[in-house]
């Protein structure tokens, strides 16, 4: 290939142009380069001339070209091989069953050279014939810093990072690369095993010769077609659900909490809970309060801030109607209603730019489950609009995910009880409920998103990312 970047070589094809040049005339290049080593300043000055009056493949600049990938053999696509002259002089490594073999390829360069970043969709073992190659690896999970080109695009397995210094302002997350890098140096009979989804990065000396050996691998041999469509919706379920989790970190320290320098205080007031879920239950509103009460007294102060907090932050963003004024909702019962130009829902997706959402996320389940029940039962309307009308994407996954939290900590029963007492003091539970899960669902929509940016090279909010051929001039 003749790349107009060199020495950087990217992989995508409107960086470089294939020429016709007979193998002979490549190697011609490099004894020329040889000899220069060998005369001095003057003659590599008369050889030059020389070679600018030459015919026209002459004129082609030796620094510019790289032997990339000349298959010595094409077992797999049982294609024309180039050099299969070379596959008589090619020993197989012993561990290497013949018929796995893919491919067999030269790589080959005159002047000094890199590569850019990319993986193979095979098991590459690299081996150096003269030279010497400096490779850099990271592993498939490197993914996301590496920003691969879009899966729809032409360099599809190759990185979209600069070969020089990444611009962390476009690229943050390369930042991070280096802690994720291994380095290898190969020299002449030195051989390197790259498996299938490693990216790697390869600096080329002058003059270095390298033959290298694709197989496929067996779990790639062993994936049935049919299958295909199971397996990609298992793989974004999972890397979906590895990145909510990012997006939703666990907290250092738990913020919110029950006092716990008295067990028995705790103990008081988880029977004090218990016994006031029943009287909510069942109607009897006799001694509800002060149960109630002796609950919220055994918080910690910073409980109690952050209950105090979360109302303040419904009434100052939400008009609550008077009980008596409750205006007919959209869904069918008397809901909570919020009048024109007020937020409804905002689609937050970072926890630090929600305080509603680090209020839920940072108390503890138990506390947090004695505050839902005092708002349920003191502020019923307030408990309402901060669902319907506060509760943003970050918010709801945070609400949901404490939910689960409480119920490992409660019983069957005490489960039922508390669900029953906070969606039983809703005017419309149902639409409570829906304003939960299309917040979860929100909230999982944008984690796939960045799933398709980070592993994929897909944004689609911004549409495909077509490159120019501008883009790939070095």
């Known amino acids: 290939m003749l790349s107009r970047s060199a020495p950087f070589f990217y992989g995508d094809l409107r960086s470089h142009e294939r020429v016709p040049l007979p193998f002979s ?26 070679n600018s009056e030459g015919s026209e493949q002459d004129h082609l600049a030796p620094k510019q070209m790289y032997l990339a990938q000349v298959p010595i053999t094409n077992v797999e696509n049982k294609g024309q091989a180039q050099l299969e002259v070379l596959w008589e002089d090619i ?89 994720y890098s291994h380095k290898v140096i190969l020299k002449a009979g030195d051989a390197l095993f790259i498996p299938e989804g490693w990216f790697h990065q390869v600096d080329s000396d002058n003059l270095s010769i390298a033959v290298n050996f694709w197989w496929q691998s067996n779990l790639m041999r062993s994936m049935s077609e049919h299958m295909d469509a199971y397996y990609l919706r298992r793989i974004l379920r999972r890397l979906t659900d590895k990145e909510m989790d990012l997006m939703l970190p666990k907290p250092a320290s738990v913020e919110c909490k029950v006092h716990g320098s008295e067990q028995a205080l705790n103990r008081d007031a988880v029977g004090d809970l ?93 506390t947090l489950r004695t505050m839902l029940l005092y708002m349920a039962d003191k502020f019923p309307r307030t408990l309402e609009a901060l669902i319907l009308h506060l509760l943003s994407p970050v918010g709801a ?27 039983g003091a809703l005017d419309d539970q149902f639409a409570a409920m829906d304003a939960i899960l299309l917040g979860k669902e929100s909230f999982a929509m944008q984690a796939f998103r960045n799933v398709l940016d980070k592993y994929l090279g897909v944004n689609i909010k911004d549409g495909p990312k077509l490159c120019g051929r501008e883009n790939f001039q070095g």
């Open 397 to 423: 996954e945070a609400l949901t995910r404490k939910f689960d939290e409480i119920d490992a900590e409660s019983s069957e029963e005490d489960r039922s009880r508390f669900y029953q007492v906070i969606y």
């Open 274 to 366: 218990h016994t006031m879920d029943k009287v909510f239950v069942d109607g009897d509103l006799e001694g509800k309060e002060v149960k109630l009460e002796s609950a919220i007294c055994h918080m910690e102060h910073s409980a109690l801030q952050a209950l105090h907090t979360l109302v303040s932050l419904v009434h100052d963003h939400v008009n609550i109607p008077d009980p008596g004024q409750v205006q007919q909702s959209s869904w069918g019962n008397g809901s909570t209603a919020c009048t024109e130009g007020e937020p409804k829902n905002r689609m937050v997706f970072h926890l630090e730019d929600d305080p509603v959402a680090k209020i839920l996320w940072n108390t503890e389940p138990h």
């Open 91 to 179: 020993q197989m490594p012993a561990f290497l069953d013949r018929s796995l073999l893919a491919f067999v390829n030269l790589w080959m360069n005159i002047a000094e050279a890199r590569s850019s970043t990319h993986y193979d969709p095979h098991h590459n073992l690299l081996c150096i014939v003269s030279g010497t190659k400096k490779v850099v690896l990271w592993p498939p999970s490197a993914s996301p810093l590496l920003y691969p080109m879009p899966l729809y695009g032409e360099a599809s397995n190759h990185s979209s990072l600069s070969l020089g210094k990444p611009d962390l302002s476009l690229h943050p997350r390369a930042e991070y690369l280096i802690d």
């Open 25 to 50: 005339s490549f190697i011609g290049f490099c004894k020329q380069l040889m000899d220069k080593k060998e005369d001095d300043q003057s003659q590599c000055t008369e050889s030059e001339k020389r």
